[in-house]
């Protein structure tokens, strides 16, 4: 591992969460992750935004201590990652995309467990488990086996088990993957919670939605590489002031339409030709008028336009060329052995 001057002992006190520079993850000839800057500040969500395989999972295992680092440097409070990983999973909760639940077990024992295993007493594990089911709601289910608990319920549990020990920061991967509205919705209120009551949180997540509601910063990875950073509002802005959604007619003149549309304002539109959409980023609100009278002129009619300021989709897909979705998982995930959860 590549090393830098640590953070001064005097500044151990105001450090960042986070530091982490030139982060360099290889599984064999396959880069994962490509040199990744990241500071998160105490007291934020910060999220890390992209598709299955950019690299997100990695990077949070690389912080977490559950894979070493290659290249780079990283520091969590103060404390250097690589030099001191006993240290760092004292600091650190870490709920992965699967439930490290025991299926055998009930949810009370579950907690129960876990407390014991950090080196609380019977006594205090007992008295945290119950605080714990009380403020993750689960006190109906704290005596049902986990083999009756929806995929929700499972996801609390998890999240619960990561703060038997209160840590001051807490990794989240993904936390809401395969959950349902209503219970996404449920996580989306816990999680604001933990920072109400001053925890500190990186999360990584592909659903665009979920980072513009929980993230006061986001970085964008994609290939491994981090592509852009900063306030959900500021990557808004990065790609214009609004968006032009239109909807034609016609849905086979969805090509016509954008190329009228791009030489019209030099910006190649986003298409969804099998419902006659089209979305472009405007420089100035005012460009939608001249669009539509364009399209007039060309006698390509419409259904509806709409001008809003662009969403996270859009910037992803500009910043990437492809837009948010899910894609197959990275070599890392997919070839390499999944280690046990920090809790």
Known sequence: MNSSAPIHPAERRTAPAVVAQGLVKTFGDFRAVSGIDLEVRRGEVFGVLGPNGAGKTTTLKMLATLLPIDGGRAEILGVDVAREPHRIRQLVGVTGQYASVDENLTGRENLWLFGRLQGLSRKRARATAEDLLGRFGLE???????????????????????????????????????????????????????????????????????????????????????????????LKNSVGSSTLHLRLEDAEQTARAAALTA??????????????GLNVALADANQAADVLIALRQADLGITSAAVRQPTLDEVFLTLTGHPGEPEAADESEATTPQPEEVH
């Open 263 to 276: 030489r019209l304002l030099g910006e190649v539109p986003v298409l969804t030709p099998e419902s006659g």
């Open 140 to 234: 109906e289910a704290g005596d049902k086996p986990i083999s009756q608990f929806s995929g929700g319920m499972r996801r609390r549990l998890d999240l619960a088990a990561s703060l038997i020990t209160q840590p001051p920061l807490i990794f989240l991967d993904e936390p809401t993957t395969g959950l349902d509205p209503r219970t996404r919705g449920q996580m989306w209120d816990t999680i604001r919670e933990l920072v109400a009551a001053g925890s500190t949180i990186l999360l990584t997540t592909q659903y665009l939605d979920e980072a513009d509601q929980l993230a006061d910063r986001i970085a964008v990875i994609d290939h491994g590489l981090k592509v852009a950073e900063g306030t959900p509002e500021q």
